[in-house]
């Protein structure tokens, strides 16, 4: 799921869910037409908190680095 977000000075607006970019890329022609012309957007991905939370695997690279330095 994807997120919209525009900023237009102080006020900021977070809107969808979408179920790809491409979905909130077409609703942003559409409401940017509501805001100021130096409004900023960004189109996010929204986690899941287990995502967040799961450690990840480390690297190969810095395991390399670790055990050459060991």
Same mark, same amino acid.
């Given at each position: 799921?994807? /997120? /919209? +977000?525009?900023?237009? !000075?102080?006020? +900021?607006?977070?809107? !969808?869910?979408? !179920?790809?970019? #491409?979905?909130?890329?077409?609703?942003?022609?559409?409401?940017?037409?509501?805001? !100021?012309?130096?409004?900023?957007?960004?189109?996010?991905?929204?986690?899941?908190?287990?995502?967040?939370? +799961?450690? #990840?695997?480390?690297?190969?690279?810095?395991? #390399? /680095?670790?055990? +050459?330095?060991?």
């Amino acid at each position: 799921m994807y /997120l /919209l +977000t525009i900023r237009d !000075g102080l006020q +900021t607006r977070h809107i !969808g869910p979408y !179920g790809s970019p #491409k979905q909130a890329a077409d609703d942003l022609d559409r409401l940017l037409a509501q805001f !100021g012309e130096r409004s900023r957007w960004q189109i996010h991905a929204l986690e899941s908190p287990e995502m967040v939370l +799961t450690p #990840k695997a480390e690297p190969m690279e810095r395991r #390399k /680095l670790m055990a +050459t330095a060991a």
